[in-house]
Each structure stands twice: as C-alpha cells, then as structure tokens.
C-alpha cells in the first residue's frame, strides 16, 4: 500500500486568500476522511523559474519538487485563479507545463470563491477552464463558496461545509483501491 497524499494548489498570488483558506479547509477534510498527508501550495510558492520555464526540467530544485508531489498526489485540491488575467495565465501556464497524462484517473477536487451575486460568472471564469482541462482526464468535482460563506477569512457556512464533505466523499470514491484509501 502507497503512502497516501492529498495536495491543494491555488491559483491566486495574494495572501491571505479565500481559496486559499477554501482549499485549505477542503485538503484538511480529505485528510481527515482518508489519514493522508497533506499540504497546500500557492503559485508564488513555484518560486522566480516558473514563469519562465518552458518544461518540468526548467524548474528550480524547489519548484520541481512542489511540481512531483502534485503529480504524486492521490486526490488534487485546485482553487481557480482569479479574475485578474496574469494570474489566470500563470494558472494556465503552469498546467501547460505538466503532461497530461500524468494526472489521468486522479480525483480532483476544483474550488473557487467570489461574491454571492456573481455566482455564474465565477463559475464561468474561474471553473469552466479548469474542467477543460481535466474533464478529459477524470471526473472533476466542483465546489463553490460566496464572499458570505466567510467570516474573518474563515468558512462559516455549515452548507458549504456539507457540500465539501460530499465533494470529498465522492473524490475517495474514485480513488483507485490500490491506493488504499477508506471508501
């Protein structure tokens, strides 16, 4: 049985963030549902040779090393970019750098957050690229929080907590078994 590993990565450069927090939450839940370890990177965490690289092999040894436990990873916690076009770039060129073939079958976990009346456009902006990215490769689960689901840079609303245990539960449940995950 393989060492179980669940990593969140967030699209946003800005810290504190709500996805941030958002992914956070999520990555913790898996953990606690599955005994996996856990960790969470932000973009800027890729360090001064990302933005640059044009493969894998380009990264710093810190980079590279951020980029193996993503692919390595069991379950994959992915908070959109925001609205800001760098950013969203930088979130699509660091996808652009990995081989798709390496995240097939991995359960993903896509997690955004934005103001409450803005529903469909943060779904539209944030989620949409990212379900074309790995709707060819697995069956992502989307989750999303308003602005109004956080107090004080913290979730609160107790139907977004259920909603992400639901959406964890259905990420273990496409684990493969030889992973050793609880169902």
Request: proline share 5%; aromatic share 8%.
């Amino acid at each position: 049985m393989s060492k179980k590993l669940v990593v969140g990565l967030s699209g946003n450069l800005t810290r504190p963030s709500k996805t941030k927090a958002f992914i956070s939450h999520i990555v913790a839940e898996v953990a606690s549902s599955t005994g996996a370890a856990s960790t969470v990177f932000d973009l800027e965490d890729l360090g001064q040779s990302f933005p640059l690289a044009k493969r894998i092999g380009d990264l710093d040894p810190l980079a590279r090393n951020i980029v193996e436990r993503l692919l390595g990873a069991d379950i994959l916690v992915v908070g959109s970019p925001t609205f800001k076009g760098s950013y969203t770039g930088l979130f699509k060129h660091f996808f652009d750098l990995l081989d798709p073939s390496s995240l097939r079958g991995k359960p993903v976990i896509l997690a955004a957050t934005g103001g409450g009346d803005r529903h469909s456009l943060v779904v539209e902006h944030q989620l949409r690229p990212l379900f074309g990215f790995f709707e060819a490769l697995t069956l992502p689960t989307a989750i999303y929080a308003s602005d109004k689901d956080f107090a004080n840079g913290v979730l609160v609303s107790e139907a977004i907590h259920a909603r992400a245990r639901q959406a964890v539960a259905e990420a273990c449940r496409a684990v493969p078994r030889s992973v050793g995950l609880a169902a």
